[in-house]
């Protein structure tokens, strides 16, 4: 059964940077599109990025265009997540997600069939 791992997470200050990682644990990169989703506290899980499988169409939320970018390293197995100039309203949970069906990708939650366990991302000063 796949499983996805996110790594990266932490504290850090308003306007600081940090880097998830998200690695399958098989070899699967090449066949499956990759979401980074959020949840905050009280709130829905929501779409932060996404990458098609083979990295040449990519999405971002508004909230977040310009400050995150998302790639993929299909050699290494891994997706990565640079989010950049963060702000408090960024704090949540970090999950990504995989999806075999589509060729392109989409911050909808819908057509995610395999989910990490998530990890915490907190801004505050």
């Known amino acids: 059964q796949l499983q996805l791992m996110e790594s990266g997470g932490g504290l850090v200050q308003p306007g600081g940077s940090l880097r998830l990682s998200c690695t399958p644990s098989?070899?699967?990169?090449?066949?499956?599109?990759i979401g980074w989703f959020r949840q905050a506290p009280g709130k829905e899980r929501e779409g932060v990025s996404c990458?098609?499988?083979?990295?040449?169409?990519?999405d971002h939320a508004d909230s977040v265009k310009g400050r995150f970018t998302i790639s993929r390293d299909n050699a290494k197995n891994t997706v990565y997540l640079q989010m950049n100039s963060l702000k408090f309203e960024d704090t949540a949970v970090y999950y990504c997600?995989?999806?075999?069906?589509?060729?392109?990708?989409?911050?909808?939650?819908?057509?995610?069939?395999?989910w990490g366990q998530g990890i915490q991302v907190t801004v505050s000063s």
């Open positions: 098989v070899s699967i990169l090449g066949y499956y599109a």
């Open positions: 990458i098609s499988r083979n990295g040449d169409t990519t």
């Open positions: 997600a995989a999806d075999r069906r589509r060729t392109s990708c989409s911050i909808e939650k819908v057509g995610y069939d395999w």
